[in-house]
Nanobody
Framework: QVQLVESGGGLVQAGGSLRLSCAAS????????MGWFRQAPGKEREFVAG????????RYADSVKGRFTISRDNAKNMVYLQMNSLKPEDTAVYYC???????????????WGQGTQVTVSS
């Protein structure tokens, strides 16, 4: 059973940066694609970024391209999301999740963390 735990969220001013971390335990971490999703109040959960097990294939939502960077360290069972130039519209609960394939569809991800709150003030 894979367990995922996010950390690194918080309150930041617009234009600032945060780095989210996701620690994985159980299962075989290096064999799964990992994704970051977010969900704002009253909105559906949306794809933010994803990375294959090798790190060779990466996808970003258009809304975060050029500002966010996803990375992973299979030796440490960690995945990261570096968020720069944050905007108020980035405010949401951020989740990491694991899937056999790199997709943008939440339903394709079997394992989810509990989420970490990111709040960007204007």
């Amino acid at each position: 059973q894979v367990q995922l735990v996010e950390s690194g969220g918080g309150l930041v001013q617009a234009g600032g940066s945060l780095r989210l971390s996701c620690a994985a335990s159980g299962g075989t971490f290096s064999r799964g694609s990992m994704g970051w999703f977010r969900q704002a109040p009253g909105k559906e959960r949306e794809f933010v970024a994803g990375i294959t097990w090798s790190g060779l294939w990466i996808r970003y939502a258009d809304s975060v391209k050029g500002r966010f960077t996803i990375s992973r360290d299979n030796a440490k069972n960690m995945v990261y999301l570096q968020m720069n130039s944050l905007k108020p519209e980035d405010t949401a609960v951020y989740y990491c999740a694991r899937s056999p394939l790199l997709t943008t569809t939440p339903e394709d991800y079997s394992y989810w963390g509990q989420g970490t709150q990111v709040t960007v003030s204007s």
